[in-house]
């Protein structure tokens, strides 16, 4: 399993992160499930093949079960930032496998009170029924989801009867949340460490937006870490993984993050993007540039002559370096 998928697993394991994505993406903004209605399941199912008879294994990501007024419902919250182009059959593999595991639960509980149902042909009694199983897939990516997202996308009819079969089949749709593409008043409805992430995704790559959103944001964070391990994995930038000291520790669980040392190193990234940009004026000619930038204070300038070379070769000029 890849940095990414183990820092989104990471952060979406706490209750209050997973119930606030529910909450948005489910019920409209709505706060229907709360963190402490919420437990933890098994992220492994193991399933018995018809075919073999042999056991298999299904993993998933992050999988809660939510409880309220008596009655259960599972959720869970599949990963996606290199998109399956199977998402629908592996999403009816989990519910499948979920649905019958509520079966045997049930019929064991029916073995051990002698409640079996009549007539004996049937397995479950009719009074007994399962709770529902719900997938979200988080799309991750900056591009939105291409890929399959029913069981009838995936399927090649016979050309002359293809509109009769389709008819007959489920579609199994699957529920894909493109992250990245939210509409502001969405991304408004977040309360949680999660805001932070759909706001940096909704960036994009262009420079100006996260530049903004590197200065202007206040990072209020329960959950500090597990933000610093994301931005981690998603900018390979394993600085901000061993920056502890960016996490000042508040009263109660939780911290906020020293803006002053997220933003150096944000810029630090860019100039070093910005040498490798212009290794063919030399490195130690860029190095002496934002060097006499950085004294001058002018941040703007060192920003601007990162996405601009000719810029770069004028601020040169005007130090007098290469020359």
Known sequence: MGSKDLAEKNLLQYKDVFSDIVNVNLF?????????????EPG??????VSDDKLRQLQMD????????????????????DKNNVMPVRDMGYQHAKYMEQIKEVKESNRKTGNY????????????KLSPVITLVLNYSQNEWGKPRCLNDMLEFPEDIGEELTKWIPSYSVCVINLASQPETTIRQYQSDFKYIVRYLSCGNDRRKLDEYFQTTEFQLDHPEAFLDWLSAVTNDTRYRKAKELI??????????NMCVLLDMYEERGVEKGISQG??????????????????????DIQKAIMDTDYQKELLREYGIGE
């Open 28 to 40: 409209g903004g709505r706060c229907y499930v709360s963190a402490k209605e919420l437990s933890r």
């Open 44 to 49: 492994e199912l193991i399933t018995k093949a």
């Open 62 to 81: 992050v999988p809660m079960k939510c409880k309220k007024h008596n009655r259960s419902f599972f959720l869970c919250l599949e990963n996606q930032s």
């Open 117 to 128: 149902p009549n007539p004996m042909t049937k397995e479950l009694n009719d009074s007994q």
């Open 248 to 257: 000042e520790e508040t009263e109660g669980k939780g911290g906020k993050i």
């Open 279 to 300: 290794i063919s004026q030399g490195i130690e000619e860029i190095n002496t540039l934002y060097h006499c930038l950085l004294a001058d204070h002018r941040m703007e």
